[in-house]
């Protein structure tokens, strides 16, 4: 197919709707845990609204899945396309649940595992294939096809041992340095 039709579709808004959605709930937590507690108080009730918001995003952009031709025959294993959905509502539920107990970290934790789950519930019901041809289903990529070659990977592994816990140590050290609230005196703060 020529142009951008087979993109632009009810289907693909609707998911992308509901991820501005996901994006806006865990960035209005994640206020919630840095910003003084007189800010972070209104805040907090501005998320459990946007949870409905995430929670009606998410539900139109599963129906408009189910009902569309292309999504369907695309999925390689319409049980994972059926449940996770399901997770997903319940991480945004646990959220909501969360933020009316004031557990604004058990919150954050909750949208982030909401967060993930549209990418493992993609990879998931496409599995074995990474992309599906819309043009020629015969020349889909699956995912050991699009995998690096072996003397790649060995390079890669390799270089990942000596950066990966400088990386991580690095992470670690950022979000200790930042950690709590606000509280005026940093020029600069996340």
Request: a positive charge; aromatic letters at 8%.
């Amino acid at each position: 197919m020529a142009g951008l039709g087979h993109v632009a579709t009810p289907f693909v808004a609707a998911a992308g709707v509901a991820m501005v959605a996901l994006v806006a709930v865990h960035g209005a937590i994640f206020l919630t845990l840095r910003l003084p507690a007189a800010d972070a108080a209104p805040l907090a009730r501005a998320a459990r609204r946007l949870v409905a918001v995430a929670l009606a995003a998410v539900a139109l952009a599963t129906v408009a899945g189910g009902l569309s031709d292309r999504v369907r025959a695309a999925t390689q294993r319409p049980l994972f396309a059926v449940l996770l959905p399901f997770v997903l509502v319940a991480a945004l539920l646990a959220a909501r649940s969360a933020l009316a107990r004031r557990r604004s970290g058990v919150a954050f934790a909750a949208t982030s595992a909401a967060l993930a789950l549209p990418v493992t519930l993609v990879g998931a019901s496409l599995w074995p294939y990474a992309l599906i041809s819309t043009a020629d289903p015969a020349a889909s990529l699956t995912v050991t096809g699009g995998a690096a070659s072996g003397p790649t990977l060995a390079l890669l592994g390799w270089l990942t041992v000596p950066l990966l816990p400088a990386l991580l140590g690095f992470q670690a050290m950022c979000w200790w340095v930042f950690r709590g609230r606000t509280d005026g005196r940093a020029p600069v703060y996340w």
